[in-house]
């Protein structure tokens, strides 16, 4: 691709796509974290379909040259990252270990918000079960889901959804691909049901005696 395909438009000597390369390095890293394209659109003073060539051809160059970074798509917004390959140094460095990965009622969780989003507390109880707020609590202190607003309802409960980082740790670019990929888990569901059904039974019961 030749430099000066770029159209950016309201200057006479547009940037080659070295320099719009470089610049885009540079917010990434000042941001620290995933950047909207209609911000970088509007900064860069270019277009979607520039920015999107661009963008192409710098996670190339990131590959080709093995550098230690690669370029991170989230729904509508870009982010510089650490390549996967180096997870283990990034862990030392942090003092991360495997003692604090997510357990079984936080993964249960993650699940059924991430799915099922924007999503309350009480719902998320129901279909697992049992009260989640004390797993919910730990995933919002580990950034992986965040309150998205509140509910049209008495008491207005707050709402959950999920986060970039969710996105980021879990490997997927968008909510939509997540769910292309993956169906909500059926133990889940299955559980759901056993509750249910068992709670009816004891309902019956009452009603009988």
């Given at each position: 691709m030749e430099d000066n395909l770029f159209d950016v438009y309201g200057t006479e000597d547009p940037m080659d796509k070295d320099n719009l390369i470089s610049a885009l390095e540079s917010i990434l890293f000042a941001a620290g974290e995933a950047v909207k394209k209609k911000d970088l659109i509007k900064i860069l003073n270019i277009s979607e379909r520039n920015l999107e060539n661009i963008m192409a051809i710098y996670s190339k160059e990131l590959d080709h040259k093995n550098r230690g970074i690669k370029l991170l798509l989230l729904e509508n917004k870009i982010q510089l990252a650490t390549k996967d390959c180096h997870a283990h140094y990034l862990k030392e460095l942090l003092g991360v270990n495997d003692r604090q990965s997510l357990s079984k009622g936080a993964l249960e969780s993650l699940s059924i918000i991430a799915f099922k989003q924007?999503?309350?507390?009480?719902?998320?109880?129901?279909?697992?079960?049992?009260?989640?707020?004390?797993?919910?609590?730990?995933?919002?202190?580990?950034?992986?889901?965040?309150?998205?607003?509140?509910?049209?309802?008495?008491?207005?409960?707050k709402l959950y959804g999920t986060t970039d980082d969710f996105l980021i740790q879990f490997g997927f670019t968008s909510l939509h691909a997540m769910k292309e990929e993956h169906k909500l888990p059926e133990d889940?569901?299955?559980?759901?049901?056993?509750?249910k059904l068992k709670n009816k039974e004891n309902e019956d019961s009452i009603e009988v005696e």
């Open positions: 924007p999503v309350t507390r009480v719902e998320v109880d129901e279909i697992r079960g049992v009260n989640s707020d004390y797993v919910m609590g730990k995933l919002q202190e580990k950034g992986l889901i965040k309150a998205l607003g509140r509910m049209d309802a008495p008491g207005r409960p889940i569901l299955v559980k759901n049901n056993k509750e």
